[in-house]
């Protein structure tokens, strides 16, 4: 009975969280580098600053779509 209430709740909890992560659209670095036309130096220095923050996925880095679009926006840009 224990077990059974407690893998509901993890279920509860972990899976809607997970679930979210899956449907965001991840974008590659050359692919943000392009929406920018910026460099790799530029991507870098925006993480330290907080402006574009990255996602890593492995030993890679990504970026969320919603958080390039509403940098796009925010900037005027394309």
Known sequence: MLGD?????????????AA???VEKLLTKP???QKFGVC???L???AKAGVL???KVGRKIHY???DV?????RRGGK
């Open 69 to 73: 679009q509403a940098l796009l926006e």
């Open 64 to 66: 969320r779509l919603g």
């Open 31 to 33: 692919e943000v580098m």
């Open 44 to 46: 870098h220095n925006w």
């Open 53 to 55: 923050v990255p996602v």
């Open 20 to 22: 979210d992560n899956a």
């Open 5 to 17: 209430r407690l893998v509901e709740r993890i279920l509860g909890e972990v899976c809607p969280v």
């Open 40 to 42: 790799h130096t530029t």
